[in-house]
């Protein structure tokens, strides 16, 4: 290939991905060294889970993503440009919600482009929208403390979508609910990535959860965490959601990534 096929080739792939991790290593103090040349795309408009076991670096990962913590070597772009902090351009979903106690859902979803200082009847508007696309409409002037963990969750899934980042960081988004409600949010999980044409990186404990709602799955080795390969379940998305769960495609690809966690798991 000449030089300027192989350039042509990076060009390309560096379009493709929203997010490029690039030689990426992290060294907390003591010593401890979580992340280690971990270099990964995240292809646009798609859904890529980071699955491993505890400890290996998948928050982190997700951490320096979001630029809430610097590396230590190597560098992310985003759309192209290195992440030096924070920016609009990306969205967290935390574990814990993360929700004012104080404030209504409505002014919780909108609380992003409050501090951009939008409007208010604008902020509104599209807080609505994204409240009930996460299935809470009828809640808007409820506080956290009269919802459950899952909708609470859902407050955070919509503030998240409210601010209109390209990238959505979510760390264990549905680690809190009930088995039932963790499957209707995967399944919710699906239509969001179709409509919102977002890039999400999921990075989650269930390897049942990443194969359904995945269009890539990275799975990442015990610390210093490393990128051990990269899957595409190949599922039938046309059908009911009890179907994709019995889909031979979707249990052998569960099966195949146990297979390759199993020694890491004490």
């Known amino acids: 290939m000449s030089m300027q096929q192989t350039a042509a080739v990076l060009d390309r792939s560096q379009t493709d991905a ?8 992290k060294i907390y103090e003591g010593n401890v060294k979580a992340l280690e040349n971990m270099t990964l795309d995240f292809p646009r408009g ?13 928050t982190t990962l997700l951490k320096i993503i979001a630029g809430l913590i610097p590396a230590t070597g190597g560098e992310v772009l985003v759309n ?4 030096k902090g924070p920016g609009r351009d990306r969205a967290f979903v935390f574990q814990d919600f993360a929700l004012m106690p104080w404030a209504t859902v409505l002014r919780n979803v909108g609380f992003g482009l409050e501090l951009r200082g939008v ?16 299935g809470l409409s009828g809640f808007e002037q409820s506080f956290p403390h009269q919802l459950s963990g899952g909708m609470r969750q859902r407050v955070g899934l919509a503030r998240a979508l409210a601010v209109d980042a390209d990238v959505l960081l979510m760390d264990e988004p549905f680690s809190a609910v009930d088995e039932q409600n963790r ?10 990535v179709e409509q919102e044409k977002k890039t999400f990186i999921f990075v989650t404990h269930s390897i049942e959860e990443a194969v359904y709602v995945s269009d890539k799955v990275a799975v990442l080795l015990p610390r210093p965490s490393r990128v051990s390969e990269v ?9 009911s959601p009890d179907a994709m769960r019995r889909d031979p495609d979707y249990l052998d690809t569960v099966e195949r990534i146990w297979t390759a966690l199993r020694t890491y798991v004490e």
């Open 119 to 134: 409007p208010q009847s604008e902020r509104e508007a599209v807080s609505e929208r994204y409240i009930k696309a996460v």
């Open 231 to 239: 899957i595409e379940p190949k599922i039938d998305r046309s059908v």
């Open 18 to 25: 929203a997010v490029a991790v690039r030689g990426v290593t």
């Open 46 to 58: 798609q859904l890529t889970s980071l699955l491993g076991p505890s400890g290996c670096g998948k």
């Open 80 to 83: 192209g440009r290195a992440v």
């Open 183 to 192: 499957r209707k949010f995967q399944e919710d999980m699906l239509a969001l």
